[in-house]
């Protein structure tokens, strides 16, 4: 008999995570937003962190609340209130909350790699 492997990728969302998602929810945004992140550190470009309030979210559990998910290609940032908003190809993504000690690290890398790439229009605005 073959042993089946099963990786569950699902979080739970604390106390802060959940409050954090609330004050995003508020916020008015100047465009439609995708899905709400939580926990999220950023490698090779894309961003990965818990899904919230995903638009795109089905009754197969794909983009379901909770689960982890990995963005495309970030092409802009943008500071909205007190939220950053990730821009891809077709979605728009807030910020929610950084992962514990990797995730703002991660995060300004990310900046300072893209502000030194030649020839790239600036990704980041205020």
Same mark, same amino acid.
């Given at each position: 008999?073959?042993?089946?492997?099963?990786?569950? +990728?699902?979080?739970?969302?604390? #106390?802060? *995570? /959940?409050? !954090?998602?609330?004050?995003?929810?508020?916020?008015?945004? &100047?465009?439609?937003?995708?899905?709400?992140?939580?926990?999220?550190?950023?490698?090779?470009?894309?961003?990965?962190?818990?899904?919230?309030?995903?638009?795109?979210?089905? +009754?197969?559990?794909?983009?379901? #609340?909770? *689960? /982890?998910? !990995?963005?495309?290609?970030?092409?802009?940032?943008?500071? &909205?209130?007190?939220?950053?908003?990730?821009?891809?190809?077709?979605?728009?993504?807030?910020?929610?909350?950084?992962?514990?000690?990797?995730?703002?690290?991660?995060?300004?890398?990310?900046?300072?790699?893209?502000?030194?790439?030649?020839?790239?229009?600036?990704?980041?605005?205020?």
């Amino acid at each position: 008999m073959q042993d089946n492997n099963v990786e569950f +990728l699902f979080k739970r969302l604390t #106390d802060f *995570h /959940l409050l !954090r998602i609330i004050r995003a929810q508020k916020h008015v945004y &100047e465009a439609p937003i995708t899905a709400y992140l939580s926990d999220v550190f950023f490698s090779a470009g894309l961003a990965y962190g818990v899904s919230f309030e995903h638009i795109r979210r089905d +009754l197969e559990g794909q983009f379901s #609340d909770g *689960h /982890l998910m !990995r963005t495309s290609t970030i092409r802009f940032v943008r500071k &909205e209130g007190r939220f950053w908003v990730l821009t891809t190809m077709n979605s728009r993504y807030v910020i929610a909350s950084f992962k514990k000690c990797h995730g703002r690290p991660s995060f300004q890398n990310f900046l300072r790699s893209t502000a030194s790439e030649p020839g790239c229009p600036p990704h980041i605005t205020h």
